[in-house]
């Protein structure tokens, strides 16, 4: 199981009404491997956040209606409606699905004022719920894998906070 995020400061109905609340931004991914772990999950998550939950699932049959807070979006990835490598013919392989999802719009989403470049130009920096975003990467190890590296190295994002299941050891791995 991947380790949760413990959430900081005042989350009950009127704190998160106040037009001053920091509101705490969420990337959530997971399949059909995980889906006990990420209903645990989102059912802890403050009101008041808002991000984006990626579930990559083999095909329609798996959809369910996840409740998420309200300025959360849910995109479900159906594999058997997806190619794999383009060029190649193939069918979606797992986690292939998720990672160039959650890949697209972390590219477009959790971006600074850095100027693109190498990753050892660009300063680290931290996904925590002290006004960033809570990152967790839940599911199969193939796309969470995927997932992590392209975060860490791409968008030079401190891999101890990236939430990521602990049979994997990714975040000891960078």
């Not at 939950?53 to 798996?62: I, L, N, R, T």
């Not at 996840?66 to 990835?77: D, E, F, H």
């Not at 979606?92 to 600074?112: K, N």
Request: proline letters at 4%.
């Amino acid at each position: 199981m991947s380790t949760l995020i413990a959430h900081h400061g005042t989350h009950d109905a009127a704190a998160c009404k106040a037009s001053r609340h920091a509101r705490v931004q969420q990337l959530i991914t997971a399949d059909e491997t995980s889906l006990i772990e990420l209903e645990t999950l989102v059912a802890t998550l403050p009101i008041c956040s808002t991000g984006r939950v990626f579930v990559e699932v083999p095909d329609a049959s798996w959809i369910f209606d996840l409740r998420v807070p309200a300025r959360m979006i849910v995109t479900w990835l159906d594999r058997s409606q997806r190619s794999g490598a383009p060029g190649t013919g193939r069918a979606c392989a797992p986690g292939q699905a998720l990672a160039r999802a959650v890949v697209a719009w972390s590219d477009e989403m959790l971006c600074d004022d850095v100027a693109a470049g190498d990753a050892e130009e660009r300063p680290a920096r931290t996904a925590t719920c002290a006004g960033g975003t809570c990152i967790h990467l839940l599911g199969g190890f193939l796309g969470t894998a995927d997932i992590f590296d392209h975060l860490t190295d791409a968008l030079g994002i401190d891999a101890a906070s990236i939430a990521t299941p602990a049979r994997f050891g990714l975040a000891a791995a960078h």
